[in-house]
């Protein structure tokens, strides 16, 4: 039938890791991937969840938020993590 969807044809070869949480103590594993330059997969900042300007990815074991932004990387709007605001 169809491909996997979790084998994305890449140039060079990225080594991608489950992220988790940045607060301080925390870690819990989020439902994201990001790539060993921190960048995530996909468009992830299109689901974040947005408070004004912010976008982020509410932990669910400590309720922070992990900030992502959006950056140019080799000519492609990525998003990334930003930064970590705690509950
Ligand atoms: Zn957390």
Same mark, same amino acid.
Do not use: Q, W, Y
């Given at each position: 039938?169809?491909?996997?969807?979790s @084998?994305?044809? &890449?140039? &060079?070869?990225? &080594?991608?890791h489950?992220? =988790? !949480? %940045?607060g301080?103590? !925390?870690?819990? /594993?989020l $439902?994201?991937?990001e790539?060993?330059?921190? /960048?995530l997969? *996909? @468009?992830?900042?299109d689901v974040? +969840? =947005?408070? *004004?300007?912010?976008?982020? #990815?509410r !932990? =669910? %074991? !400590?309720?922070? %938020? @992990?900030?992502v +932004?959006?950056?140019? #990387?080799?000519?492609k709007?990525r998003? =990334?993590v $930003?930064g #970590?605001v705690a509950?």
């Amino acid at each position: 039938m169809s491909e996997p969807a979790s @084998n994305p044809t &890449k140039k &060079k070869e990225i &080594k991608v890791h489950v992220m =988790r !949480c %940045r607060g301080e103590g !925390c870690g819990a /594993l989020l $439902a994201l991937e990001e790539t060993d330059e921190g /960048l995530l997969l *996909g @468009n992830m900042i299109d689901v974040a +969840e =947005r408070d *004004g300007d912010l976008a982020f #990815f509410r !932990c =669910r %074991r !400590c309720g922070g %938020r @992990n900030l992502v +932004e959006e950056v140019e #990387f080799e000519g492609k709007m990525r998003s =990334r993590v $930003a930064g #970590f605001v705690a509950a």
